[in-house]
Every structure is written in C-alpha cells, then in structure tokens.
C-alpha cells in the first residue's frame, strides 16, 4: 500500500504562480514513478506530468508543457509539480498517484486525495 497526500493548492490570478507538494508513505512505496493528474468540472481526468524513479526522465501534457516542472526528493518521499503562468483553464483538481513500477507504464495504481487551484481572471 502506498498513501500519498497533496498539499500546495489554492487560489491565485492570471500569470501567478503554485508549487504542488505531494508526500508519500507506505512500505510498498520505493521504485516507483509518479504523476499528476488533474480533473476540472464536468471533465474528465488527465494526466499533467510524470517523473520516473529516479528522476531522469520527466514527461508532460502539452497543456503544461513549458509552464511547469515536475521533479521528486526520494530522500523525502515526495514530489514537486511548479506550475507558472497559471491560467484560468489549469483550474482543477490535482491529484499526486504512483505507476506500478520505476517507468511510467500503464495507468496508476494509488492515488491521493486532491488539491484544488482554482485560477482567477
């Protein structure tokens, strides 16, 4: 099992900035890639990044891309999404989640919880 809680989310303007904190415990945590995903209302869920186990390789959504950096402290059992230039479409809820092994393969397995930006115009 692995438990996974988000943190960092919050209300800001056009162009502000957010930095998403996820920490994670559990014994079956260790070599695992994780993402964020984010879901707006009446949408469906997406996938925004991921980083691999050890941090080597990063993938985002073209949404995102250029305007956020994923990145993960193994030491601290948590990862990092840096969201820049927010606008009012990055609106949703974010959600931290781990893939089954080191790679990004497949779907995730945990998920956390959620943490809502809400971007304002």
């Known amino acids: 099992q692995v438990q996974l809680v988000e943190s960092g989310g919050g209300e800001v303007q056009t162009g502000g900035s957010l930095r998403l904190s996820c920490a994670a415990s559990g014994r079956d945590f260790g070599g695992r890639a994780m993402g964020w995903s984010r879901q707006a209302p009446g949408k469906e869920r997406e996938s925004v990044a991921a980083?691999?186990?050890?941090?080597?390789?990063?993938d985002y959504a073209e949404s995102v891309k250029g305007r956020s950096t994923i990145s993960r402290d193994n030491t601290k059992n948590a990862m990092y999404l840096q969201m820049n230039n927010l606008q009012p479409e990055d609106t949703a809820v974010y959600f931290c989640a781990t893939y089954r092994g080191p790679l990004r393969i497949g779907v995730p397995n945990f998920w956390g919880q959620g943490t809502q930006v809400t971007v304002s115009s």
């Open positions: 980083i691999n186990w050890t941090g080597g390789r990063t």
